[in-house]
């Protein structure tokens, strides 16, 4: 059978196809042959609705570093010499994690074939805009905008004039009029045609309407005697403007700036074998100092012993006890920023044991106990060298937000993230934290305000504090920076 026909299906079953084969980047043809061999070799899905996906939230949600997630791209090939390029950017689109879905125009196929594109791509290419396998469900208007991006290259005068004017007579100028996504153009073609009058005005009103155009470049044409500009990009030119398009660089707002981050619990030596400690894990403390790297910040992090990996691009100086912590925290200084996130032991004892204290019939031997450097507060009270925004931490299991505004009057700092750590927060070594970030408001005579955040990802948390910290300290927040 060389094609499928379908009809009167109501509206419920044509909307799971068309999901279903959304979803799977498969023609409603494709999915409804793979549907058939399915439930022949007796191993359908079941045939239940989909559910659109949920609209993205307006939120300003933020979201955990990680791999660089996939892209799609519909790659217009267009009729001209330079199409065999378009071979060597299908290769350096997918090197860079893209996925490529290809349309060739009729006299692309001149140039290059579908079965050679088809063969580098992994994807079926399209061709016409009458195909009944792809248009059963309006394929144009799903390569139009089933992508993130569409770049067009060779991108002809022919391509360029009906793109400029409206005109929708084939497969490809159907689809860059249908779009609503970013276009890429690359400019191929003979210097005399790129500089005659009719060309420059059709660039001219596409880039008032927002297209995006790299090169042409100027060199030898495929014509013998001829040279100038008209080149088409090289494939790898055109794929690092197809990734800027997809992957923005991520915002700097804090380039320039130093910012000084503690971490972790500290242990306190009672003898060579036990310890005074906490549970703190030092998730936050690293969260923080990755999302402040991440935006572009020069990161020391003092961190007390934990179990995980040092921040990629962070410098790291690790200890053990309150001393050793505020002796590095001092050596650190001059800084933009001081985040002072660990859980400092309040106490150590006063006479470290040289060997490892032994039970005896008397009991348990007596631990004095004295007050160990309060590090917030010392970095707070500089008269030299006091960082010009300074961020305690207060982790507290009773009035959180009373006893929250007593530390911030206290201690000197400009601001104090209080979180609750009763064990029924699971907030200690757990990776989910609800904060209140309290400050003082020079705007209303230093009142103190309270902005109270929802439940989040450490993560988040680190994204939002460092999102606030740059709007602070330079005004721009981390979207509107560049």
């Known amino acids: 059978m060389a094609s499928l026909t379908i009809r009167k299906l109501d509206d419920a079953v044509k909307t799971y196809l068309r999901l279903r084969s959304a979803k799977n980047h498969r023609s409603v043809e494709e999915e409804v042959r793979v549907i058939l061999r399915e439930l022949i070799e007796g191993r359908e899905e079941p045939l239940t609705p989909f559910s659109a996906p949920p609209a993205p939230s307006t939120a300003s949600t933020p979201q955990r570093t990680g791999a660089v997630p996939e892209a799609s791209v519909t790659l217009i090939i267009g009729g001209?010499?330079?199409?065999?390029?378009?071979?060597?950017?299908?290769?350096?689109?997918?090197?860079?994690?893209?996925?490529?879905?290809?349309?060739?125009?009729?006299?692309?196929?001149?140039?290059?074939?579908?079965?050679?594109?088809?063969?580098?791509?992994?994807e079926r290419v399209y061709t016409d805009l009458f195909d009944p396998q792809s248009e059963f469900d309006a394929g144009h208007i799903r390569l139009a905008r089933d992508c993130d991006l569409i770049v067009v290259a060779p991108a002809t005068a022919d391509l360029l004039a009906k793109m400029a004017n409206g005109h929708a007579?084939?497969?490809?100028?159907?689809?860059?009029?249908?779009?609503?996504?970013?276009?890429?153009?690359?400019?191929?073609?003979?210097?005399?045609?790129?500089?005659?009058?009719?060309?420059r005005r059709n660039v001219a009103q596409l880039q008032r309407d927002g297209v995006v155009l790299?090169?042409?470049?100027?060199g030898e044409m495929a014509e013998a005697g001829e040279a100038g500009v008209g080149r088409m990009s090289e494939a790898i030119e055109i794929a690092t403007a197809a990734e800027r398009l997809l992957r923005p660089p991520v915002p700097k707002p804090l380039a320039g700036k130093?910012?000084?981050?503690?971490?972790?619990?500290?242990?306190?030596?009672?003898?060579?074998?036990?310890?005074?400690?906490?549970?703190?894990?030092?998730?936050?403390?690293?969260?923080?100092?990755?999302?402040?790297?991440?935006?572009?910040?020069?990161?020391?992090?003092?961190?007390?012993?934990?179990?995980?990996?040092?921040?990629?691009?962070?410098?790291?100086?690790?200890?053990?006890?309150?001393?050793?912590?505020?002796?590095?925290?001092?050596?650190?200084?001059?800084?933009?920023?001081?985040?002072?996130?660990?859980?400092?032991?309040?106490?150590?004892?006063?006479?470290?044991?040289?060997?490892?204290?032994?039970?005896t019939s008397a009991g348990m031997p007596p631990l004095q106990l004295v007050e160990n450097p309060?590090?917030?507060?010392?970095?707070?009270?500089?008269?030299?060298?006091?960082?010009?925004?300074?961020i305690g931490f207060a982790a507290e299991t009773e009035h959180l937000i009373d006893n929250a505004k007593s530390k911030l009057a206290r201690k000197g700092c400009d601001w104090i993230v209080a979180n609750d750590v009763s064990p029924?927060?699971?907030?200690?070594?757990?990776?989910?934290?609800?904060?209140?970030?309290?400050?003082?408001?020079?705007?209303?005579?230093?009142?103190?305000?309270?902005?109270?955040?929802?439940?989040?990802?450490?993560?988040?948390?680190?994204?939002?504090?460092v999102a606030h910290v740059a709007k602070s300290v330079t005004g721009k927040s981390l979207e509107s920076a560049s």
């Open 80 to 122: 001209g010499i330079a199409a065999y390029k378009s071979l060597d950017l299908i290769r350096r689109l997918k090197e860079r994690r893209v996925e490529v879905r290809c349309v060739l125009t009729k006299a692309a196929q001149q140039f290059v074939t579908p079965l050679a594109v088809s063969a580098l791509s992994h």
């Open 169 to 199: 007579d084939d497969l490809a100028s159907a689809i860059l009029l249908a779009t609503n996504r970013k276009i890429l153009l690359a400019p191929a073609m003979n210097p005399l045609m790129w500089n005659n009058a009719a060309t």
């Open 214 to 218: 790299i090169g042409p470049n100027s």
């Open 258 to 359: 130093r910012v000084l981050i503690t971490a972790g619990p500290t242990h306190e030596p009672i003898d060579p074998v036990r310890y005074i400690a906490n549970r703190s894990s030092g998730k936050q403390g690293f969260a923080i100092a990755a999302a402040a790297q991440a935006a572009g910040a020069e990161v020391i992090l003092v961190s007390g012993p934990v179990d995980l990996g040092d921040p990629p691009g962070v410098t790291v100086r690790h200890v053990e006890s309150a001393r050793q912590m505020l002796e590095q925290v001092q050596a650190a200084l001059p800084a933009d920023i001081a985040i002072f996130a660990a859980a400092v032991a309040d106490w150590r004892v006063a006479n470290e044991g040289e060997q490892k204290l032994k039970k």
């Open 374 to 390: 309060d590090i917030l507060a010392t970095i707070s009270k500089l008269p030299e060298k006091r960082p010009p925004l300074v």
């Open 424 to 465: 029924a927060t699971g907030v200690m070594g757990g990776d989910r934290n609800t904060v209140h970030l309290i400050s003082k408001n020079a705007a209303k005579n230093g009142e103190i305000t309270v902005d109270s955040w929802p439940v989040m990802t450490k993560e988040q948390v680190a994204i939002e504090l």
